[in-house]
């Protein structure tokens, strides 16, 4: 068969196998080519398999020989089609890291269920003993809580609604969209969902295991960005999840303190993932932020931001350069004044008309594409693929 792309509204709904492969090893040779640092020798991280946490695994193998345990949410093939990205992102990252005599195992599941903590435990005293670092993760739109209950997120406004341009996908245009206050009900549920509620669970229970080695750390993502965006972000459902997610890592923090461990946030650039294309509004500042940080040379992808993050931020021998509130903050170039000032004065001139002139349209949709196997260099897309092959590979 051969691979054509199905975008759907802001949702990818194919991938190419093959392609995946291809953009798994891109981000290897850029961490080879970086250089190596001194950080963790084995780590686990929730939600691996696409966006910050996979470019997590590949700087931690690649740039500082780390073993890992990785958790995801994917699908393999079956007779609804051939799978995620992220599935085939597993594989390919296991094979390469196995090459290179790193142990790389991945954990298919729902990170959010007891059941998948204790596999993981079990797995990291066989495989790995313990682990020095747990990077955590996830962006979900559900979780199931212990008892069963089903708890949804929503990217909703809060207060009042809130109405721009967004970027339509699949049409390669843009089209009004709108966000609608969430009820205090909505608020608390994306709180339960991408809070750091099941963060904290999860450290507690790899510190009771003994899975946690003397100082081992913990790290997860956040955004804030600019004002223009609070709107939309920070001051959204979202924006509550994320400063819960703020003060859970304190108290883990404080949970950690007995054995030498600390927790942190990484305060992310925004960056075209899976999960932020889907956001109202948000990928036409990310295409005009992508334009603006191009042109004055401080544009990061995935990878790049996960090497400094690792490379200079936690491991660099200066200590963890984090602020006072245990925010490392990776949004420093993205927050520039010149560059927000340059943004602003962009994005307020774009319109459905101009919109491709303006911001950097055609960068966000390669890289969307690129997510899912899509517009790869070397890869031929016009060779037929046998979807018995894709079978016979497993996680
Ligand atoms: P992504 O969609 O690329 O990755 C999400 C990961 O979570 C995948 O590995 C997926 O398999 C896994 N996952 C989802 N539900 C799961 C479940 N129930 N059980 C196990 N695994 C599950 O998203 P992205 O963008 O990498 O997001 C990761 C974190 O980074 C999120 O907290 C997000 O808010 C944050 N972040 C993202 C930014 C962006 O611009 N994309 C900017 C700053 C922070
Ligand atoms: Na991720």
Request: glycine share 10%; proline share 4%; with cysteine.
């Amino acid at each position: 068969m051969i691979i054509q792309p199905h975008i759907q509204g802001c949702v990818a709904r194919n991938c190419h196998p093959l392609g995946c492969r291809a953009a798994v090893h891109e981000q290897i040779e850029r961490v080879r080519a970086t250089g190596t640092f001194a950080g963790p020798k084995r780590v686990l991280v929730i939600g691996a398999s696409s966006g910050f946490g996979l470019a997590s695994r590949i700087a931690l193998t690649f740039g500082s020989g780390a073993d890992t345990i990785g958790i995801s949410l994917e699908r393999g093939p079956s007779e609804k089609g051939l799978g995620s990205a992220g599935w085939y992102n597993n594989i390919w990252f296991r094979e390469a890291a196995e090459e290179e005599g790193r142990v790389a195992l991945n954990l298919i599941g729902d990170a959010f269920s007891d059941s998948m903590r204790q596999q993981s435990i079990m797995a990291i005293r066989e495989r790995l003993g313990q682990v020095d670092l747990v990077v955590y993760s996830l962006a979900s739109a559900l979780r199931i809580l212990p008892d069963g209950t089903q708890v949804r997120s929503v990217l909703k406004s809060t207060g009042s609604p809130f109405s721009g341009l967004g970027y339509d996908l699949e049409h390669d245009a843009l089209i009004p969209q709108s966000l609608d206050p969430a009820s205090e009900q909505e608020i608390r549920d994306t709180v339960s969902v991408m809070g750091g509620e099941d963060w904290q669970i999860w450290m507690q229970a790899l510190a009771e295991a003994g899975c946690l080695a003397h100082g081992a750390q913990t790290v997860a993502y956040s955004y804030i960005g600019p004002e223009s965006t609070y709107p939309l972000y920070r001051d959204g459902t979202i924006g509550y999840a994320k400063e819960h997610l703020h003060a859970s890592a304190e108290a883990i923090n404080l949970q950690l303190a007995g054995m030498g461990g600390h927790a942190w946030v990484a305060v992310c650039k925004a960056l075209v993932t899976k999960a932020s294309a889907f956001i109202p509004v948000l990928p036409v500042y990310l295409a005009v932020l992508m334009q603006v940080m191009k042109e004055r040379g401080t544009h990061e992808g995935c990878i790049e931001q996960m090497m400094r993050l690792f490379g200079d931020k936690m491991y660099g021998g200066r200590g963890v350069l984090a602020d006072g509130h245990r925010l490392i903050r990776m949004d420093d170039w993205e927050l520039d004044p010149h560059t927000q000032a340059a943004v602003a004065a962009l994005w307020a001139r774009v319109t459905p008309e101009n919109f491709r002139t303006l911001g950097d349209f055609t960068g966000l949709r390669r890289d969307f594409l690129a997510l899912n196997g899509f517009g790869l260099a070397g890869v031929d897309y016009q060779a037929p693929l046998e979807p018995s092959s894709l079978l016979a590979l497993h996680p």
